[in-house]
Every structure is written in C-alpha cells, then in structure tokens.
C-alpha cells in the first residue's frame, strides 16, 4: 500500500520556481516519504508512462523523469543504431 496515503497530498506538488528554497524543502520531503514506499517502482512506471505528469511520484519530480524519458530514448537510439 502506498505510504503517502495518510500523508497531505499537497506535500507532492511542491509550488514555486525552479529549485528555490521551500520548494526545494518540500520536494526532499516527499521523496524522503517515497523512498520507503512499497509500491515505489510501480509509482514510477505509472509515472512515466502518464507522462506529463505534474508533481514527486515514486520519488521524482517531473524534470527527473523527463531526464530520464530522454536517457532512455537516447540509449534505445544508440541500440538501434549498433544494430543496423
Ligand atoms: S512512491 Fe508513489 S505511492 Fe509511494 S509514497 Fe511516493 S508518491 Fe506515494
């Protein structure tokens, strides 16, 4: 079961710009609440599959995963690159 449940929502929709300070707080603060989370890697795959996705879900935010979309379709290129 996803251990944010008894948690505020809001906790995972940090509001401010870039990575200024309170935000920067509250975003460490729910990924340190993801990061026991049982369903963590579940999270993650809906997460990055549904996005864009606003807010910290299975411990990242939504410029982590874009880096992370965009790291995956590099390494997909390069294999098929070697491939061909
Ligand atoms: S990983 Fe997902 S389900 Fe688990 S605490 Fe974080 S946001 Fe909630």
Do not use: H, Y
């Not at 300070?21 to 509250?26: C, D, E, F, I, T």
């Amino acid at each position: 079961m996803a251990i944010c449940r008894g948690e505020d929502p809001d906790l995972f929709f940090p509001v401010g710009a870039g990575t200024s300070g309170p935000m920067l707080v509250q975003t460490d603060a729910a990924k340190a609440v993801c990061l026991g989370c049982p369903v963590k890697k579940q999270c993650l795959d809906w997460a990055m599959k549904a996005d864009p996705v606003e807010g910290i879900w299975g411990g990242t935010t939504e410029a982590e995963r874009r880096a992370m979309r965009r790291s995956a379709a590099r390494a997909s290129r390069n294999t098929a690159g070697a491939v061909a």
